[in-house]
């Protein structure tokens, strides 16, 4: 992408702030690379953990997640920060559709989206994961009772890694209507 994406604009503003603001309702940790955690601004409510080793993957990063909160028994939301169109309703949607699950997520078309939530069981076998693991092994694991949220839009599904990917995501903020405005007639 040419610079840290975290930091890219979408529909005026950087996914960073995007991903910040859609956790604003839960306490919220952020795993971040050293480059990106000076830039995180702080709130009530939001903890910063600096991952050293980011190179080693989605399932490290969770596991400092993990290790930053003391309640055992509390869900983990996770939301990639590289998710911009989710917003705050949508991830509390997912949250509250956990009930007395393991594991919660949007699903369109038999594909699992973004984000996921943990139950405390399917949580405490975060450290079991290996190196290299993504959440997804954790989230289809056969034991977990599951909540299918099916969803229709594109939300969950648009995760910027190019910059094809950014110029979608921006252009899906270019069509939204700002709050306020009135057709003229």
């Not at 409510?45 to 930053?68: C, F, W």
């Not at 092994?137 to 939300?155: C, G, I, K, N, T």
């Amino acid at each position: 992408m040419g610079a840290q994406k975290l930091l890219l604009p979408v529909g005026g503003t950087t996914m960073l702030a995007r991903a910040l603001d859609a956790t604003r309702e839960f306490e919220t940790v952020v795993v971040a690379a050293p480059s990106l955690a000076g830039h995180i601004p702080l709130r009530p409510r939001l903890r910063v953990v600096v991952n050293a080793e980011p190179e080693l993957g989605m399932a490290h990063s969770l596991m400092l997640a993990d290790g930053a909160i003391s309640d055992r028994d509390a869900a983990l939301v996770v939301l990639l920060a590289d998710t911009p169109l989710i917003e705050a309703a949508f991830v509390r949607r997912i949250a509250e559709a956990l009930e007395d699950a393991d594991v919660a997520y949007p699903m369109r078309d038999g594909i699992a989206g973004h984000p996921v939530v943990f139950g405390p069981r399917a949580r405490a076998e975060l450290g079991r994961l290996e190196r290299g693991d993504t959440l997804r092994r954790l989230r289809d694991d056969p034991r977990w009772r599951r909540v299918e949220v099916p969803v229709a839009d594109d939300a969950s599904f648009l995760d910027v890694d190019t910059p094809d990917d950014l110029a979608t995501a921006d252009a899906a903020f270019a069509k939204v209507e700002p709050l306020g405005s009135e057709a003229k007639a």
